[in-house]
């Protein structure tokens, strides 16, 4: 969120001293980045409009410079103290509430005082050089804490949240099948249609060759490609016995043979959010 604010302070700035080159062409880039995300009529077009991001932070970057070399003006400075006093009384009023009705405190409440305290201790500073130095501070350790919480998210939740669109657990179900192999007669590997019980396919099969050679030269077993075909769930009496497939659970072609007796399930793969969505069968 301070980089809002920087931006903002950085469009000033840049549009201050727009004789400096490196100005013009960071407005121009600014402005002009998300027109190529206006144009086409497609999902996900705000894809296009990510050349925006670098001329943001060089935005931003100036928009710091700018506080921090420049004084605060005296009304910058009322409002600083009275959003101070508005912040701490409200704080505390509404701590005082939650308290009285709820029997606890909220999670704001606590934060809330405390920038009220912080920004009544920055308006009483005698230099306003000095205010605005500590007003660009506080926001960039604002900006830490916030990367903070990104930071334990992307490497928390959002990666349950985004494994399916990103491949899933693909690598899970590859080396299971090539852990299969090893020591044994090698065996044929059929890949299966990947499908919804609505019969919906999944885009994932188009990418399963590449996958699988991918993880062959990773467990240097490329001898497995001359073993591997896709499956023909209408001449599945011509797969040898023994030979591995790799389907999904919802296909309803290899549910039927496994129903059958025709396919033994091996194997399902967790994904990373604990649902099974790869498995295994033995011919």
């Not at 960071?26 to 086409?40: N, Q, R, Y």
């Not at 919802?250 to 129903?259: I, L, Q, S, V």
Request: aromatic share 10%.
């Amino acid at each position: 969120l301070p980089m809002a604010f920087f931006i903002g302070v950085g469009l000033f700035a840049a549009a201050k001293h727009r004789a400096e080159p490196v100005h013009r062409i960071v407005l121009w880039g600014f402005v002009s980045a998300p027109l190529a995300a206006a144009i086409p009529t497609e999902q996900n077009a705000i894809f296009r409009a990510l050349g925006l991001l670098p001329f943001g932070v060089i935005l931003a970057a100036i928009g710091a410079r700018h506080l921090w070399r420049h004084p605060l003006s005296n009304p910058l400075a009322i409002g600083l103290q009275l959003a101070g006093w508005a912040a701490t009384i409200g704080g505390i009023a509404y701590g005082a509430w939650t308290l009285a009705t709820a029997q606890r405190l909220t999670s704001s409440t606590v934060p809330l005082v405390a920038a009220g305290a912080a920004a009544l201790a920055l308006a009483r500073l005698t230099s306003r050089h000095t205010q605005m130095k500590a007003i660009t501070v506080a926001l960039l350790a604002v900006m830490l804490l916030q990367f903070n919480s990104f930071w334990s998210d992307y490497f928390g939740d959002y990666r349950v949240r985004s494994a399916f669109w990103i491949g899933g657990n693909i690598r899970g179900a590859m080396e299971d099948i090539i852990g299969r192999t090893e020591g044994n007669q090698t065996p044929n590997v059929y890949f299966g249609t990947l499908a919804s019980t609505s019969g919906q396919l999944d885009w994932r099969n188009d990418f399963l060759d590449t996958y699988w050679r991918f993880y062959l030269l990773k467990h240097n077993r490329l001898d497995l490609l001359n073993h591997t075909s896709r499956l023909d769930s209408a001449a599945i009496e011509s797969v040898p016995r023994g030979s591995l497939i790799l389907a999904n659970l919802e296909d309803a072609a290899t549910n039927a043979m496994a129903a059958s007796g025709v396919l033994t399930r091996l194997a399902t793969i967790d994904e990373l959010d604990g649902r099974d969505y790869f498995v295994i069968y033995q011919r």
